[in-house]
Each structure stands twice: as structure tokens, then as C-alpha cells.
């Protein structure tokens, strides 16, 4: 369903993703920018460490899949919003960690996030064979 598309003359990216991604058939699943909020008091936790918010953000992510029938696994593009320039190596070894094994397509842009102790959010896009038969939000 996904594959991984290498292309001769360009050079592979230096990061733990992949240049570029195609899906054949599935459900699409495009998420909003996840930052590292409490669930139940939607304060920033982990201020300060950029690694710890791109954990949480992954947790939060892989739980939107789930309800939506998928997995980690399923995801093809991400978008991960950093204040700081600072942080990309962080942000990267979380992903490292998270996410080893994992074909994905990725853009990292640096800007102004909506919340001042953020430092990470990621959106993502996920493609899910089968039935994706999806939870219901409370």
C-alpha cells in the first residue's frame, strides 16, 4: 500500500525519513498539529525539553491512528513545526526512537507556535489499508 520512492541524481535526505512516499488505495488520515499538551488541563508539559514535546506529540498521534483503525506504521508525510532551529536534533532522536523501521516523508519548517512554551508540533499524514473504521470522539 505505501513504498518508499528513491530517484537517481538526488541526494537521500540526511534524517531518519524518507525523500518521498506513494500510496496505493487505503484511507487517508490527515491530523492536525499535535503540540504536548495535558489532555485535561491543556497546559504545554515538558517545558523546555524539545525531545520530551516530540514524544508526547508522537503518543497523542499514534492514539488519533488507533481510533481511526491504523498505526505508527501507516504514517507517509509529517510536518514538524519547530520554534527553535536548536531543537531539530532532539526533535530527531525522539523520532529516531519512535519511529525506527518507519518509511515517512518529512518537512521541518521553523516557526512561531501558538502556545509559548511549545517548542514542537507535528501534523501528519497516514494511510490506512482496510476498514478504517475509526472511534468516536467523546
Given at each position: 500500500?505505501?513504498?518508499?520512492?528513491?530517484?537517481?541524481?538526488?541526494?537521500?535526505?540526511?534524517?531518519?525519513?524518507?525523500?518521498?512516499?506513494?500510496?496505493?488505495?487505503?484511507?487517508?488520515?490527515?491530523?492536525?498539529?499535535?503540540?504536548?499538551?495535558?489532555?485535561?488541563?491543556?497546559?504545554?508539559?515538558?517545558?523546555?525539553?524539545?525531545?520530551?514535546?516530540?514524544?508526547?506529540?508522537?503518543?497523542?498521534?499514534?492514539?488519533?491512528?488507533?481510533?481511526?483503525?491504523?498505526?505508527?506504521?501507516?504514517?507517509?508525510?509529517?510536518?514538524?513545526?519547530?520554534r527553535?532551529?536548536?531543537d531539530?536534533?532532539?526533535?530527531?532522536?525522539?523520532?529516531?526512537?519512535?519511529?525506527?523501521?518507519?518509511?515517512?516523508?518529512?518537512?521541518?519548517?521553523?516557526?512561531?507556535?501558538?502556545?509559548?512554551?511549545?517548542?514542537?508540533?507535528?501534523e501528519?499524514?497516514?494511510?490506512?489499508?482496510?476498514?478504517?473504521?475509526?472511534?468516536?470522539?467523546?
Amino acid at each position: 500500500m505505501k513504498r518508499m520512492i528513491t530517484a537517481e541524481g538526488v541526494s537521500p535526505p540526511g534524517a531518519p525519513f524518507s525523500s518521498a512516499i506513494a500510496v496505493d488505495g487505503g484511507t487517508l488520515v490527515h491530523t492536525s498539529g499535535f503540540l504536548a499538551r495535558d489532555p485535561k488541563s491543556g497546559a504545554i508539559l515538558h517545558p523546555g525539553d524539545a525531545e520530551q514535546q516530540t514524544l508526547h506529540c508522537f503518543n497523542s498521534i499514534e492514539k488519533v491512528l488507533r481510533a481511526a483503525g491504523g498505526a505508527l506504521q501507516d504514517l507517509v508525510k509529517m510536518t514538524v513545526f519547530l520554534r527553535n532551529a536548536s531543537d531539530y536534533e532532539a526533535m530527531n532522536r525522539a523520532r529516531r526512537s519512535r519511529l525506527a523501521g518507519i518509511d515517512y516523508a518529512s518537512s521541518t519548517v521553523i516557526a512561531g507556535l501558538v502556545a509559548a512554551e511549545a517548542l514542537v508540533e507535528i501534523e501528519c499524514v497516514a494511510a490506512i489499508s482496510g476498514h478504517a473504521g475509526g472511534a468516536a470522539a467523546p
